[in-house]
């Protein structure tokens, strides 16, 4: 595999093979030929999905987020910016609204509490 070799993670290689297989199952057992015939006679063989440790997660440097951020047009800067202090995953920052904007008078400041179907693990997230 060349993915493999270019020291891509597992996960990577998973989630390549698993667009590849949907193709094929769809090719095989869905999509059909304008007479009715499947685009695929037979269904695919069953891939194999590679095993590995996960990546280990890389914090930026304060000078490489620096860098980062300066690359960006501003309003992405400040939605990166954002994330980096929050943790929140990408679709969470996506999807925020300003309705879920929560007032917390005792301390001076807001939080959004991003409803379960937004957030990760199906659980409100603050």
């Not at 290689?13 to 094929?24: A, F, G, P, W, Y």
């Not at 057992?29 to 006679?41: I, Q, Y």
């Not at 695919?44 to 690359?71: C, D, H, I, N, V």
């Not at 400040?78 to 301390?107: C, D, H, I, S, Y």
């Amino acid at each position: 595999m060349r993915k493999r070799r270019e020291t891509v993670s597992a996960t990577t290689v998973r989630r390549t093979l698993e667009v590849v297989r949907r193709i094929l199952n769809l090719a095989a057992r869905k999509w059909r030929e304008d007479d009715g015939t499947p685009w695929l006679s037979t269904a695919p063989p069953l891939l194999s999905m590679p095993t590995g440790p996960a990546r280990k997660p890389y914090p930026l440097s304060w000078e490489e987020q620096t860098r980062l951020f300066a690359q960006l047009p501003q309003h992405l800067a400040r939605m990166a910016l954002f994330k980096v202090n929050t943790g929140l995953r990408e679709q969470e920052v996506v999807n925020l609204r300003w309705a879920w904007e929560q007032r917390v008078p005792e301390l001076g400041v807001t939080v959004f509490l991003i409803p379960p179907r937004f957030g990760a693990g199906g659980e409100t997230r603050g």
